[in-house]
């Protein structure tokens, strides 16, 4: 790298250095002498000036970063939210059902639906409470069913 600072068009300045006008202004006008260490300087004050750019970058991503977690924390509040109300009218729901159907089984079945209904009902509930830990654990956490 040299001292020597171009300017912008140089180079097609120096192509048409046969044009009498170019030599004409090339001779009137001498480019100023630099004072020493200006390179070292300029190159000090870019690389600050990045310096300077990538701390405000790095601060504007730092920002971003907390809004993006914020609304991350807002929409797990708003999803468990959402959740819990599904579960809670999903158990009115099912009350009501029971409330309603509990008679009509009873008039179907004779005295035995006092005992086999609480127990097909707690084998159904039962079932599916398997099938949900399965789900969420996996059956490779389960102790004596590895794949291995």
Known sequence: MTDELHLPGEA???ADASDPLHRALRQALVPPTLPGGFRSRLMIAIEH??????QARRQALSLEYERQRQQLHADYLRLRRNQLALIVASAFAAGVCVSLLLPWLYSLVDSVAHVSLPLVTLVVVLALAAGAWLQRFGK???PGLSDG
Do not use: G, V
């Open 49 to 54: 000036d990045q310096l300077a750019d990538l």
């Open 12 to 14: 097609e300045a120096s």
């Open 140 to 142: 490779t956490d389960l």
